[in-house]
């Protein structure tokens, strides 16, 4: 299965870079017996209530099969990015306009990347230099202050789309801001990533109001991922530290074991690393921010580490290490119950209509996360809901 952790790269952050989110996606595909329509018929659908079609554009970025970064035009075809893309201001136009009314039809190609939607306002991407002196694309960080897109009510959705099949999700990793949903037609038909009547409220005003997590609101833009406003300064870099020093003392006379779907392994502390059994190897004890960004000392890679890193990851981020011996955790009702948890991710679990959302990277671990795939996709409705 598709992962946002395929996905991530550098378009999570606000460095440039070529992002890796296609790379891994296309390569790791599965056999089919029926291809998905290529290219897949979109419909975007502006149900927020408070903006019209006319103040929306659309951005549609990312990397075609070969690694080329990509933009999509108005007319559904994928286009290399280029120097000359920069406008007299500075920064790349590549704003798709919903129609003057109604639902819009857009033609997606093959490829992988973000479609971002901006409300009252442009994003600012810019092509730039990468290392070896080729166009790369800056992509918007508007949880950063300085960030030009900072002031713009805007968000993303990520895909994969090639012949095997699409492969998308709607994401909270980076920022939450504007409420959206995503269908996808084909051997089934599946919708994730709605939120309940009145869900962003409730999510800006449970974020905001749970002691450590008051920082985290940008106005009415956005509520930051904690990760992020870390960085910025507006949340404890030691906030897990009590939990992370529970979890390793229980290991320390208790033994974890995980399965990994492919093989089971079994770890306990010794010294101050989390030591397993079998190639899994040992793990440093992680920061709040490698908790956070599911990195540093939990940073994913080739099975069966890379596994073992994600659920113990998860299980931090939902405070059930301490409780549940055999990982991965699965039932969702002993998550986020310890009193220091992430509670940005607890605030979009429970506001969605399936219970699903990618409030930390690794949320994918035991299928929590606001993904949805289809081997033969026919087509994909975006839908921006009641704000």
Not at 135 to 159: I, K, M, R
Not at 201 to 225: K, M
């Amino acid at each position: 299965m598709f992962s946002r952790r395929t996905f991530l790269g550098g378009l999570s952050t606000a460095a440039l870079a070529a992002p890796v989110l296609g790379s891994g996606a296309i390569a790791a595909a599965r056999p089919r017996t029926t291809a998905a329509a290529v290219p897949l018929p979109l419909t975007i659908a502006n149900h927020t209530g408070n903006f019209a079609n006319t103040s929306i554009s659309l951005y549609i970025v990312g990397v075609d099969h070969s690694g080329q970064q990509v933009r999509v035009t108005p007319d559904g075809r994928r286009v290399p990015i280029s120097f000359s893309d920069n406008g007299s201001d500075g920064y790349a136009h590549y704003g798709i306009p919903l129609n003057s009314s109604g639902d819009t039809q857009l033609s997606l190609p093959a490829m992988s990347g973000r479609i971002y939607f901006a409300l009252g306002g442009e994003l600012k991407f810019k092509v730039v230099e990468s290392g070896t002196g080729q166009p790369a694309l800056q992509y918007p960080a508007g949880w950063v202050p300085s960030d030009p897109s900072n002031t713009v009510l805007h968000d993303t959705f990520e895909f994969t789309l090639n012949e095997t099949g699409m492969y998308c999700n709607t994401t909270m990793v980076d920022m939450f801001s504007v409420p959206s949903s995503i269908r996808l037609v084909g051997a089934s038909d599946q919708t994730t990533g709605t939120l309940e009547s009145g869900g962003r409220d409730r999510i800006f005003s449970s974020v905001t109001s749970t002691p450590g997590f008051e920082n985290l609101q940008q106005g009415d833009y956005r509520i930051v991922a904690p990760g992020h406003a870390l960085d910025l300064g507006n949340f404890s870099s030691t906030y897990f530290d009590p939990y992370i020093d529970q979890v390793w003392e229980k290991y320390r006379s208790s033994t974890m074991t995980v399965d990994i779907g492919t093989g089971v392994y079994h770890g306990s502390v010794s010294g101050d690393r989390f030591v397993f059994d079998g190639d899994v190897g040992a793990f440093d004890r992680p920061s709040t921010r490698d908790v956070l960004f599911c990195d540093g000392a939990l940073a994913a890679g080739a099975a069966p580490r890379g596994p073992v890193a994600a659920i113990l990851a998860a299980g931090l981020n939902r405070s059930n290490l301490h409780s549940v011996t055999s990982q991965p955790a699965s039932n969702p009702a002993g998550f986020y119950n310890h009193s220091v948890t992430n509670h940005y991710a607890k605030a979009m679990h429970a506001n969605t209509v399936d219970g699903k959302a990618y409030g930390f990277a690794f949320d994918d671990v035991a299928g929590f996360a606001s993904y949805i795939q289809d081997t033969q996709a026919s087509s994909a409705t975006l839908t921006l809901t009641p704000m």
